[in-house]
């Protein structure tokens, strides 16, 4: 071939694709040989950039195929969408281009390598974008250079003949019609008298994906059973200058054109669909001539001009309006008008100016840019569709998850993030499913925060479209989405350094676009995105250097022009600060804002800022400092923790369990001592009991390392407890007796009793519960009783609460209620209520409710009695948990029930057993074979007695083996054996020295005398 030639052909096909180019919309990025790579959605975005996308590679290749040259010319086309970064210029002269970052270019050229000559290949990602408006073939997955993992292919065959673009994206199921009761009404009602005669037009409008088809495809819906004639027209936002294009494809797909057909058989078919209205031959060349169908010699030929062409053609359209309307009621819909070419829309003008006198409703749908200029007249009625509600949106995500669990914080990010948009709803559900469906591991590898939600891609382009309409402003848009949802007028206009008068004709342009809400005026105003998708979007459309240096900005202007916001909302700067990547800073403000949320008892959110806190400490070089820093932030986040979800609570376990592991030496005694004791706490709340030993005996090396009362004290109070719950009664009490010493009640108590119990108050307290099982129940009251006092005398209410409920504990070792005049478990659930002590409410409505069973008052104590048991569990409260089924288990067994009180008794060695508490054990042995012998099963109840005995003995537990010992005797006394009865009892009545009037040594005097008798 020649070169000029060659030069002509290159010429002409780059024209060729130029032009075609040009009329999507497209950016002719460069020419690379024989290549070019063109850009769809840059400059400017639009909601059908895909679309644009295929149908230019389609035309291009059809084109290319059809230019005259003697040489054979094939084309091959990859199309890929995806995020690209386009930067400045480079080069210069004719061979400058813009410098392009990104995966998805380097995808279609290689899809374009694999492509047959002549055919249009693009990728899944594309294909997700584009519904069912085309025709294609699957390729299959192939590997491509330079590309991770296999990239499935499709080639486009044609366009779809479908009905309309909502069509084409639901091919395969509504969503259920979700509210919209109302304005489906309305519909209904224009129908009946549009079929009286009466002919009616509704104009509904609203926001993209409001719902405007959706409604129309529900009246479809409704009507189907009804005899009537439908007439869909749907305008398309690639051929708003196409005459008549809407109504073409209506006539194209009603005559049932095949994309192969000949001439001569769509006009065999257009000839049948005609006749069907009786059209006259002058009437259907027009039509044919319309279609672009050559006339065969079928029709007259028509002399006319085109100016009179047209005029006939719509009369025509007129006419075969009136005859089908004539035939049938008619529904005609005309959708997205805010898209029509200026011939369709006169066509509708006239269409609707006959209506009245037809048997018609024509609705015709549009967003909120178009004006139709029917308005005014009494036929027509105007419907503007308004966003769902909150409940409405919530039934959506349901009808969209189907089956599909999505988690509650999910739920609500997607209400919020949505603002009642059914389209945005169903796109982010559908978007968070599948992210949902991903691995977990992919999803940390990835980084994605669960309440970061991307914008979903089949979102990203109408959204884009909406903000690159905006020209200049939309920088304005991108600095506001940088500093929230909601922004002053003042702090924007110091964060952007624009001159007013431009900043407010920006302003005016976001607040036009329907993209932003004004309240007030500047410049007091401030501002709101309508959408917190667009802010989405406009955000996301800022690169990480910008972001940063913008957030950055944004922190110092707040700083330097409004500090006193930075004194009330912490947070922000907070937020700005890490988004601006100073980590430091940003620590600073999220303690100062969870502190701050603190002291107002915003637990909730205070939790929420130091965890952001300790996440940010987490990306700072590893340094002693840094442990420091995270510890007093984990200290700080477990006081919220614990209040907001339970002094016991998993995360209350996570965080002091986290604080541990960051001690060492160098941090101060009292903070050592913290958290070991805000961890032991937990630990033996949940019955953890062998660690929270184990956290006691290493408080107690460090104490001893120090000379420090405090310190001491704590230690052997947890030491003292959790040998206590594990049943070494004599170990405990050397403990806590330890502590009684150093602070003998009255002492100064240097606790910090915000987070605590007074030392002696705790120890008396617990070393009652000491006592007692180990065969000294007068000291047991004593002590007992002189911690509720001093507890009193201090007013401190957890003292308080803590002496109550543990002397609750001992009223139901005792078996009476040996405390304050027996009024202990009314006083106790008064005063817990009174002072809301959350932790220890349960116990007081168990123990209230045993007290009133022991009265004999057992349907209702029994009740409160489960109560307290499952309020202790929810808030993992599993301390002494066995104790109380082996109480609740004599109570059933009292009023009747052994099964029942067997098989809690069942449940409680179990605990029992696996949590090493062994405080109560032996008594559940002999609760067993107590409640054994009332249902005859002596043998068995002989094996529990044997049981208790052991336990007691082991434990060194003498009021426990007292006990056991009464039961055996009692047994073997009605079995003859009263000799062997005596022997058993006799020593270990012997052993006791005091508590003489208490219930358990005088039954068991008289039961030795009635032995020796
Ligand atoms: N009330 C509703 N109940 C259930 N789904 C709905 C409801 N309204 C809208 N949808 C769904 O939300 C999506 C967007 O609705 P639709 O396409 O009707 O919006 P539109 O107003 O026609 O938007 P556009 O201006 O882009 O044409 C669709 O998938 C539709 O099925
Ligand atoms: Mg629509």
Not at 81 to 102: R, Y
Not at 390 to 408: P, Q, T, Y
Not at 725 to 737: K, P, R, S, T
């Amino acid at each position: 071939m020649d070169p000029e030639d060659l030069r002509e052909v290159i010429s002409a096909y780059q024209k060729c694709v130029a032009d075609t180019v040009r009329h999507y919309d497209g950016f002719v990025a460069k020419y690379m040989g024989d290549g070019v790579l063109v850009y769809f959605g840059y400059p400017q975005a639009h909601e059908d950039d895909a679309e644009r996308a295929v149908r230019a590679g389609l035309e291009i290749v059809a084109a290319i195929t059809a230019l005259k040259s003697n040489v054979l010319l094939q084309t091959r086309v990859g199309i890929a969408t995806g995020l690209v970064v386009v930067g400045d210029l480079i080069g210069s002269g004719a061979s400058q281009e813009q410098a392009i970052v990104g995966e998805t270019p380097n995808l279609a050229a290689r899809l374009q390598g694999i492509a047959e000559p002549n055919v249009v290949v693009i990728a899944e990602g594309t294909r997700k974008l584009l519904g069912n408006l085309f025709e294609l073939e699957d390729l299959g997955a192939k590997d491509l250079k330079g590309i991770a993992g296999p990239a499935r292919g499709w080639a486009v065959l044609r366009p779809a003949s479908i009905e309309g673009r909502f069509d084409a994206f639901h091919a395969t199921g509504l969503t259920e019609l979700v509210g919209r009761e109302e304005e489906l009404e309305i519909l209904l009602r224009r129908w009946s008298k549009a079929k009286s005669g009466e002919g009616q037009v509704v104009l509904l409008s609203g926001e993209p994906g409001i719902g405007k088809s959706r409604l129309t495809a529900a009246l479809l819906e409704r009507l189907a059973a009804e005899p009537h004639t439908r007439l869909r027209n749907f305008c398309s936002p690639q051929h708003t200058d196409s005459a008549l294009y809407p109504i073409i494809g209506q006539i194209e797909r009603a005559a049932g054109f095949r994309h192969n057909d000949a001439p001569q058989a769509k006009l065999d078919k257009l000839d049948a669909l005609l006749a069907q209205s009786s059209t006259s031959p002058n009437d259907a060349a027009l039509l044919a001539e319309m279609l672009s169908l050559p006339n065969d010699g079928r029709y007259p030929g028509l002399e006319l001009t085109s100016p009179e062409r047209r005029e006939k053609t719509l009369e025509t359209l007129v006419s075969q309006v009136t005859t089908v309307a004539r035939q049938n009621p008619l529904l005609m819909i005309f959708e997205d008008a805010h898209w029509a070419d200026p011939t369709s829309l006169e066509l509708f003008g006239r269409i609707a100016d006959k209506i009245p006198n037809l048997r018609v409703l024509l609705i015709v749908t549009y967003r909120p840019e178009f004006n139709p200029p029917w308005i005014g007249r009494p036929y027509v009625a105007a419907l503007t569709l308004n966003r769902l509600g909150g409940r409405e949106v919530d039934a959506m995500i349901d009808r969209v998850a189907g089956n599909k669990h999505l988690s509650v914080d999910l739920r609500q990010d997607i209400i919020g993030r949505t603002d009642g948009i059914p389209l945005f709803v169903e796109e982010m559900t559908k978007a968070v499913l599948e992210a949902d469906s991903q691995s977990a591991a992919e999803r940390t590898a990835a980084a994605i925060p669960s309440s970061a939600l991307a914008v979903p891609a089949t979102l990203h382009a109408s959204l884009m479209a909406r903000l690159d309409r905006l020209g200049p402003a939309k920088e304005i848009a991108q600095i506001g989405s940088a500093i929230g949802r909601e922004f002053s007028h003042a702090l924007l206009a110091a964060v952007v350094s624009k001159p007013e008068a431009e900043l407010g004709l920006a302003l005016d342009r976001l607040i036009a676009a329907g993209l932003l809400s004004r309240q007030g005026l500047p410049p007091h105003a401030s501002y709101l995105f309508k959408h917190a998708l667009v802010q989405d979007a406009a955000y996301g459309t800022l690169l990480r250097g910008r972001r940063q240096e913008l957030h950055a900005r944004i922190g110092k202007v707040f700083e330097q022009q409004f500090p006193d916001s930075v004194g009330i909302q912490p947070e922000i700067l907070a937020h700005h600060y890490t988004e601006a990547g100073l980590a430091e800073i940003a620590i600073g403000y999220w303690q100062n804002a969870g502190e701050y949320a603190l002291r107002r008892s915003a637990n909730a959110e205070a939790a929420a800022h130091l965890s952001k806190a300790i996440a940010l400490v987490a990306t700072l070089p590893a340094s002693a400092a840094r442990n420091r820093e995270e510890l007093s932030l984990q200290m700080a986040l477990g006081s919220a923790i614990r209040a907001n979800t339970g002094h016991a609570s998993a995360e209350t376990l996570h965080v002091y369990t986290r604080a541990r592991e960051l001690l060492d030496d160098s941090v101060p005694l009292k903070e050592q001592m913290a958290v070991l004791y805000g961890l032991w706490a937990v630990d033996v709340t949940r019955a953890n009991n062998e660690r929270a030993l184990e956290v006691g005996q290493q408080s107690l090396a460090i104490a001893a390392r120090h000379d420090d009362s405090e310190a001491s004290a704590f230690a052997n109070r947890m030491t003292g407890v959790s040998r206590l719950v594990m049943g070494d009664f004599a170990v405990a009490a050397e403990h806590l007796e330890r502590v009684v010493t150093l602070f003998e009640p009255g002492a100064p108590n240097v606790t910090d009793l915000r987070y605590s119990q007074d030392h002696a108050v705790f120890s008396l307290t617990m070393l009652a519960l000491t006592l007692f099982p180990r065969g000294y129940p007068q000291q047991a009251a004593i002590a007992s009783a002189k911690s509720l006092s001093w507890a009193h005398r201090i007013e401190h209410a957890m003292s308080v609460g803590f002496a109550l409920s543990f002397g609750s504990v001992l009223n139901g070792f005792v078996g009476a209620d040996v405390l304050e005049g027996g009024q202990h478990s009314v006083r106790a659930l008064a005063y817990c209520v009174e002072h809301d002590l959350k932790a220890y409410i349960p116990w007081s409505r168990f123990y209230h409710g045993l007290a009133l069973a022991r009265r004999g008052e057992i349907r209702q104590g029994i009740d409160l009695m489960n109560d307290g048991i499952a309020g202790a569990e929810r808030i993992s409260m599993n301390m002494l948990q066995p104790a109380h089924l082996g109480h609740l288990a004599l109570i059933h067994a009292s009023a009747g029930d052994q099964e029942a009180g067997l098989r809690l008794l069942d449940q409680a060695v179990r605990m029992a057993k696996e949590t090493e508490e062994r405080v109560f054990e032996a008594e559940l042995y002999r609760l067993r074979g107590e409640i054994l012998i009332q249902s005859q099963r002596t043998a068995e109840a002989e094996t529990a007695f044997y049981s208790a005995l052991a336990q007691a003995r082991q434990r060194q537990a003498m009021m426990w083996e007292l006990r056991s010992a009464m039961s055996m005797a009692r047994l073997w006394r009605d079995q003859g054996k009263r000799q062997q009865a005596h022997d058993l009892l006799a020593p270990v009545y012997g052993w006791f020295t005091e508590g003489f009037d208490t219930l358990d040594l005088k039954e068991a005097k008289a039961l030795l005398e009635q032995l020796k008798a």
